[in-house]
């Protein structure tokens, strides 16, 4: 069983070459496929001088076409039994592929989800190894001492003798956060323990994600209509096709922040009707309300929110046969008030 590894890239080449970097000193040999969607920067010059010592293909856009595109073009190129996705500016721990094949042998059918970590130390720096700061942080930067500076670098050395350190200066979760923090753990604890529950596709990780290249050819591939959220409903049609999602323990990866340019699924238009029109299931109206029960939210009285995937499936399933994104969302919070009251 072979590997590919699926990397979508747009601006951020001193970060890619991290990525790079990681997945050169992987226990098992990958192929590399890396996407370049659109970028104005460097990108083109950092892959061509990655040393890698497995095949590395490089697929470009001339203008950007999303997440899901850029995704789908990687996989086209792929000659893996098993393509890995993830961004350019997440590191690979040495052993995700190997823990990725893993799973893959030891059970035919799934969809992978690994540890997802990030690195805060990295949010004001374009270029980690570089230090180079975001275009909006150069003053910033610039008032750090040295000694500061030196902490919040990632080096292509770290990455090779001292992997350890970046291991002990990173955090669970993809985004620093008491929410992000908690998200990871609910999804974790549903994944390690609650092989049953039905909505296990809500706990897929898109910058750490796995699957057979035939199930994702299968299902079609990534839903290019959607460019946030497109991981969850990917392992949605994959869950439904009888996939299983299951955690790779080991499998780490390690997000580079940055405190522009992120996307938040809770204000970010379009994507939940998208999703909704597609798959019209209550879960998937009340995905939102879980995100938002992970924070104080004013605007969510307690008793509708939702704590775990468990409950989230429970939810779900006391609104079966209701349609409707706010229908749904009603039925949910009304059902509360009644059981409240009685």
């Not at 496929?33 to 095949?55: E, F, K, L, M, R």
């Not at 856009?61 to 595109?69: N, T």
């Not at 700061?133 to 919040?152: S, T």
């Not at 350190?165 to 955090?171: D, M, P």
């Amino acid at each position: 069983m072979h590997a590919s590894v699926v990397i979508r890239s747009k601006d951020e080449a001193g970060r890619l070459r991290l990525t790079l970097a990681s997945l050169a000193r992987q226990t098992v040999a990958a192929e590399i496929i890396v996407v370049n969607d659109g970028s104005g920067d460097h990108t083109s010059a950092v892959v061509a001088q990655a040393q890698s010592p497995s095949p590395l293909i490089y697929v470009t856009h001339r203008e950007p076409q999303g997440r899901s595109a850029a995704s789908n073009a990687g996989a086209a190129r792929a000659s893996g039994d098993v393509l890995i996705f993830m961004d350019g500016d997440t590191l690979a721990a040495p052993d995700l592929v190997e823990h990725h094949l893993q799973s893959h042998r030891l059970r035919a059918g799934v969809v992978v989800r690994g540890q997802t970590r990030h690195l805060r130390c990295t949010r004001y720096l374009a270029d980690p190894e570089a230090g180079t700061p975001m275009p909006d942080e150069a003053a910033r930067i610039a008032r750090l001492p040295p000694h500061e500076l030196a902490r919040m670098r990632v080096t292509r050395a770290d990455i090779s003798d001292h992997f350890d350190g970046i291991l002990a200066r990173s955090v669970e979760g993809i985004y620093p956060g008491a929410g992000p923090r908690l998200l990871y753990e609910l999804e974790m604890d549903a994944l390690l323990n609650h092989p049953g529950c039905e909505v296990l596709w809500a706990a897929a990780a898109g910058a750490n994600m796995s699957v057979t290249a035939a199930m994702f050819r299968e299902v079609g591939g990534f839903d290019a209509a959607l460019s946030i959220n497109e991981h969850r409903e990917l392992a949605f049609r994959l869950c439904q096709a009888g996939g299983q999602m299951v955690a790779a323990i080991g499998a780490r990866s390690f997000h580079m922040v940055h405190r522009a340019g992120w996307r938040d699924p809770l204000v970010e238009p379009g994507w939940e009707e998208n999703f909704y029109r597609k798959h019209p299931v209550p879960a998937v109206a009340l995905l939102t309300l879980l995100w938002r029960s992970l924070a104080p939210s004013p605007e969510l009285p307690k008793a509708a929110r939702i704590g775990s995937l468990p409950a989230l499936a429970e939810a779900a399933r006391r609104c079966a046969g209701i349609y409707g994104i706010e229908a749904v969302r009603a039925a949910h919070l009304q059902f509360l008030i009644i059981a409240d009251a009685r």
